[in-house]
């Protein structure tokens, strides 16, 4: 590097690595599914406020091209069957509290996925007396997929990234509540 | 009622491979955004071509430094700053799986050096861009 | 054209007549006294058959001392009788002082206009005296008075303290009334909005729909913004309809700057927006399979609506055709290669598509769900100023695309379908149709595609100027209004879409059908919700 500049730093994100992690996530996922959650990933989907594009491409998602359901994947009615809440938008003052009350009703162990830019970061729609700028400013985001709109595999991707996650959750939870000498089994 | 079953016996499999095989994004997609360090002077011309300020900058006057970011997370695609980088160092390529369970994760980094006004000894501009255009190394201080 | 009827008017209503204007070619702008407007307004609608179009609402104080209202009216209405293109707008304005921040309504002599009126008050403050209904619409009752976003003493990120919650809702009330609430979280996919339900048994007798949950504060960061990035905004007003607003805002800002795109620019956009009514009706036709639990139809209108979304994303780079559009033309050039991938693809889904009508849209099941549910009247369209696909299927002739030709429409010849039932399956048929309609517009477009540039290249806009940007979406009529400020930014940016102007008929539509009509009646009309809310 010479002294004009001074360094850089691109996220480590060795795409072969990730493909690979990617196609075995892929021959293991209903196996995982299984394993964690009994039978299957249930997803309530949110819109807090984004364009109708990345509702379109979760839509797309259960489409006989993609057909999420061949992994054990649902969309679900209501929150409280969920394990993933699935949010688009960048949070419009309007929809806050309905979000935050479905954030409330999802049972623990849960995660929060944020799809687009939108809900990543505010995307083109910042702060501002309408907008909160992003999920991150009023839930736990624990996946961001990136993207205006990402496209339906990208999305697919951040679904079995959050499998991962939640699987640390889980573990995580069972640890902890048998410190508390509490018992806690999912089937 | 027949034609409905050969409707869906002639339609066939369609479902993608994906993930167990990648599925690679037409030639023209906009992914993510590669910056190539090598061309990019710091010259923030993307950063204010931005709509959805996932390009910023600062500048350390104290240090000498522009501080240079990129954010995936921000980001909407829209290739501005691939149209109006004067050196061609950012391109939208054909990689879109981004998702990360980490803000920082989707961050680029950059650190430029600036250089100092002749004049009135203010960092200004980066040293990368001053070699690069032949224009006058002061700042408006007079 | 507009000669004719501004000769008329000014005999009428000399007294009330202040100035007149014609900025851009088909826009007469007539700045009358206030106290006339409503007689003047119920003049050009009841008389000369001109129907409201759009309504701003403007904070001019800091150039003029006073609000500014604007009228817009599209003469001389519905009706194929007229000659091609020649048909105009005419546009009134009156100034609203300051001390008296209030109007009288037109709502009581225009149904169209209560929405718009409901909105002025809620955004810039300013009161419509004679409203029939002026509840809160965009701004829900969390918002604390005397805060209007609009005005321009309002700081874009100004967060006020939320007060309540509560909101009122009409009730029928009575033994075995129910009520049922839906939403803003719905049970499907779809975007939010509170729905109650008042039903006997299995009827409904009324719904009340509350929107506007999405009201993010589009316009008013459009007024931050410069021109260029405004356009990336304007494409994501609406995810599905992406297209045709920024070809709408683009060619506001192109009449403003006075600057004429290359023809083949003009064939392209005007390709693009057929491709984007495509994959939105072939969506739409197969959703209603949804509605009625035809899965098979269901699973074979998204299998081509996925299959045209690919092919926007080969041609585009985006699925939903965005970063195609700029103002003075396009970004990116069509090569010979996928102009052949277009028609090759289309031929292929017209064939499917073809073969997916007669397995479905026959079977008796089927019709029994469609037929004669949700029948909105010629009469209730008329008065609403309903738009699109729905204004065509109760019998309304009105097609921006004919009417007022933008773009190359009046280089191809096409069909407009009509029908007059009103119902469920009117609405599909009429989707239908204009696919096939839109596949011959496309093809005889790539035919006769000139060669040559793409873009002409604009850096500034100048300031306040105004026009008027139009397109005839996949929903219907988007009437985009621009006023320009200096540094080539937004003075006031109105974003009237069709889903607008169409949402206020759904609730009429609903009462007397059944609880599982419902969500048939809502997906044959198909409205976005993020196009009204903004
Ligand atoms: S991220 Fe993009 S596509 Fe998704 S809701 Fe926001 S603007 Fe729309």
Redo the contacts between chains.
């Keep these: 590097m010479d002294q004009e500049m001074i360094e850089f730093q691109k996220p480590e994100e060795n795409q072969e690595v990730l493909r690979t992690h990617l196609e075995e996530l892929g021959n293991h996922l209903s196996e995982k599914i299984g394993k964690i959650f009994g039978r299957s990933l249930h997803i309530r989907e949110v819109d807090s406020g984004s364009c109708n594009a990345c509702e379109w491409e979760i839509t797309a998602l259960s489409n006989p091209v993609y057909d999420l359901e061949r992994f054990g994947i649902y969309f679900v009615a209501s929150p409280r069957h969920a394990d993933v809440l699935l949010v688009t938008g960048p949070v419009s003052r309007n929809l806050y509290t309905a979000l935050l009350k479905t954030y409330e009703a999802t049972p623990e162990p849960k995660l929060v996925i944020a799809v687009g830019a939108c809900a990543c970061s505010g995307g083109l729609f910042q702060k501002g007396y309408a907008s909160l700028g992003g999920v991150d400013k009023v839930l736990p985001v624990d996946v961001y997929i990136p993207g205006c709109p990402p496209r339906p595999q990208a999305i697919l991707q951040g679904l079995l990234l959050a499998m991962d996650k939640l699987e640390q959750k889980i573990r995580k939870r069972n640890f902890s509540d048998l410190h508390e000498g509490d018992t806690c089994h999912r089937p | 009622m027949f034609r409905i079953l050969k409707k869906s016996l002639s339609t066939g499999i369609v479902t993608s491979r994906y993930p167990k095989e990648p599925d690679q994004a037409p030639e023209e997609f906009r992914g993510r955004p590669e910056v190539d360090f090598e061309k990019c002077t710091g010259c923030k011309v993307c950063s204010e071509v931005c709509p959805s300020r996932a390009i910023t900058y600062e500048d350390d006057l104290k240090q000498g430094i522009r501080n240079w970011q990129l954010s995936y997370a921000n980001c909407i695609f829209c290739g501005a700053c691939e149209e109006q980088c004067p050196y061609g160092a950012i391109t939208l390529s054909r990689f879109y799986e981004m998702a990360s369970r980490n803000k920082d994760d989707l961050l680029v980094t950059a650190k430029f050096q600036l250089s100092s006004c002749p004049r009135c000894g203010q960092y200004f501009e980066t040293i990368r861009e001053i070699r690069r255009t032949p224009k006058e190394v002061s700042h408006g201080c007079r | 054209m507009t000669d004719t009827y501004f000769n008329e008017l000014t005999t009428q209503f000399s007294y009330a007549f202040l100035d007149s204007e014609t900025p851009v070619p088909d826009e007469l702008y007539i700045t009358v006294k206030p106290e006339a407007c409503v007689g003047i307004c119920r003049y050009l609608y009841e008389k000369c058959g001109a129907s409201l179009v759009s309504m701003v609402g403007s904070d001019e104080r800091p150039l003029n001392g006073g609000f500014r209202l604007y009228y817009f009216f599209s003469l001389p209405g519905h009706g194929s009788s007229v000659p091609q293109g020649s048909r105009s707008f005419v546009n009134l304005q009156m100034k609203v002082d300051e001390r008296h921040p209030e109007f009288t309504s037109i709502t009581p002599y225009m149904p169209a206009a209560h929405w718009y009126e409901r909105e002025i008050q809620d955004l810039l403050g300013l009161k419509p005296v004679g409203h029939p209904d002026p509840r809160r619409l965009v701004?829900?009752e969390?918002?604390p008075k005397g805060?209007y976003?609009l005005r321009k003493d309002?700081d874009?990120?100004?967060?006020?303290p939320?007060t309540s919650?509560d909101f009122e809702m009409k009730r029928v009330e009575g033994e075995g009334v129910f009520e049922i609430p839906v939403g803003?979280?719905h049970?499907?996919?779809?975007?939010?909005g509170h729905f109650r339900f008042s039903s006997v048994g299995e009827k409904i007798l009324n719904l009340e729909a509350r929107l506007?949950?999405?009201?993010?504060?589009?316009e008013?960061?459009a007024e931050i913004?410069p021109f260029?990035?405004g356009l990336?905004?304007a494409?994501?007003?609406?995810?599905?309809c992406?297209f045709s607003h920024a070809t709408s805002y683009c060619q506001a800002l192109e009449k403003i700057a006075n600057i004429q795109i290359p023809e083949r620019a003009h064939y392209l956009r005007t390709i693009f927006l057929e491709l984007e009514r495509l994959y939105n009706h072939v969506g739409d036709v197969g959703n209603i399979c949804a509605g009625t639990g035809l899965l098979?139809g269901n699973?074979?209108g998204?299998?081509l609506?996925?299959k045209l979304?690919e092919l926007n994303?080969?041609?585009?780079?985006?699925?939903?055709l965005?970063?195609m559009n700029t103002v003075g033309g396009l970004?990116?050039d069509l090569s010979e290669e996928k102009r052949i991938l277009i028609l090759s693809t289309l031929r292929q889904i017209q064939k499917e598509f073809k073969?997916?009508i007669?397995?479905i849209m026959f079977l008796s099941t089927q019709r029994d769900r469609l037929e004669t549910t949700g029948i909105l009247s010629q009469q209730v369209a008329r008065d609403l100023g309903v738009v699109g696909v729905a204004a065509r299927a109760s019998g309304l002739d009105s097609d921006l695309r004919r009417d007022h030709p933008y773009a190359a429409y009046d280089k191809v010849s096409f069909k407009v379908p009509l029908r007059t039932e009103g119902d469920v399956s009117a609405r599909v048929w009429i989707r239908i149709e204009e696919v096939f309609e839109s596949i011959r517009i496309i093809e005889q477009l790539l035919d006769t595609l000139p060669s040559g540039d793409i873009r002409v290249e604009v850096k500034e806009i100048p300031p306040y100027k105004y026009a008027l940007g139009y397109t005839e979406s996949p929903r219907g009529a988007n009437i985009h209004w621009i006023m320009t400020a200096p540094d080539s930014r937004l003075y006031r940016y109105k974003i009237r879409s069709a889903s607008y102007v169409n949402w206020p008929a759904v609730p009429l539509v609903v009462p007397g059908n059944i609880v599982p009509d419902f969500p048939l009646i809502n997906k044959s009309f198909n409205l976005?919700?993020?196009?009204t809310?903004l």
Aim: proline residues 6%.
């Design positions: 701004l829900h969390n918002w805060f976003p309002f874009y990120k100004t967060q006020p939320r919650e803003p979280v049970a499907g996919i779809i975007e939010p506007f949950y999405k009201h993010k504060g589009t008013k960061l913004l260029t990035k990336f905004l494409e994501r007003i609406c995810g599905v992406s098979v699973a074979q998204m299998l609506k996925e979304m994303e080969a041609i585009t780079g985006n699925r939903y965005r970063g970004r990116r073969a997916l007669d397995v976005c919700y993020s196009c809310d």
